[in-house]
């Protein structure tokens, strides 16, 4: 039982190249998120899919797109990496559904926009 | 304002000691209250989880929620080194059906 799988761990990415994030988790969940978190801010969310088919904006959703491949895979794409993007980046799900057991979290992908 | 006000620490104690983390919150639509535990380098894990205000104890834990201050707190009795992480408060949007999380709360207990 994986839970959530997050690749890669860490990358270092120049200015204006472009990457994907990838998330997959293996406990049937509905909803998926994806997080940013900076010393000081805290968690802040991006993107989330609240169930296969449909995405939504977060509170910083500029410069990421999303992609629900299916109901196991939610990816996130920087087009042209900044280094704001300097981050590190969380996956999480949950059942959804109205459900509210909390969330499972990745391990995280540890970026850097040089 | 933010949602919800988490003091980011760090807090420092010495082995054995209790530890009191608190979280307080503005919006009256949130109905479940959580606490999370991350490691360096580690993704958040649940630690607890609470509906009603009240007590809810697990163990070293202990999660107290009062709706009617809206403050909650996370207890850690006989505190011990592996119990240095960053905790975060999270708490369920009924409105938004999402998590809010608090900025997290760095614990370093000391032998």
């Known amino acids: 039982n994986a839970g959530v799988t997050q690749t890669p761990k860490f990358q270092v990415l120049k200015t204006g190249q472009s990457m994907t994030l990838q998330c997959a988790q293996d406990?049937?969940?509905?909803?998926m998120y994806w997080y940013r978190q900076d010393p000081g801010m805290g968690l802040r969310l991006i993107y989330y899919s609240a169930s296969e088919g449909t995405t939504d904006k977060g509170e910083v959703p500029n410069g990421y797109n999303v992609s629900r491949l299916n109901k196991r895979e939610f990816s996130l794409r920087l087009e042209s990496a900044a280094p704001s993007q300097t981050s590190v980046y969380f996956c999480?799900?949950?059942?959804?559904?109205?459900?509210?057991?909390?969330?499972?979290f990745g391990s995280g992908t540890r970026l850097t926009v040089v | 304002q933010k949602e919800v006000e988490q003091d980011p620490g760090p807090l420092s104690v010495p082995e054995g000691a209790i530890v009191s983390l608190n979280c307080t919150y503005s919006n009256s639509a949130f109905q479940y209250f959580m606490w999370y535990r991350q490691y360096s380098r580690k993704g958040p894990e649940l630690l607890m989880y609470t509906y009603s205000s009240g007590n809810k104890e697990d163990g070293r834990f202990t999660a107290q929620v009062d709706k009617s201050s809206k403050y909650i707190s996370l207890f850690i009795r006989d505190s011990q080194p592996s119990d240095s992480a960053t905790y975060l408060c999270?708490?369920?949007?009924?409105?938004?059906?999402?998590?809010?999380f608090g900025t997290g709360t760095r614990l370093l207990v000391s032998p």
């Open positions: 999480a799900s949950t059942l959804g559904g109205g459900s509210n057991y909390g969330y499972t």
């Open positions: 406990m049937n969940h509905n909803s």
């Open positions: 999270a708490i369920w949007h009924t409105g938004f059906q999402k998590l809010v």
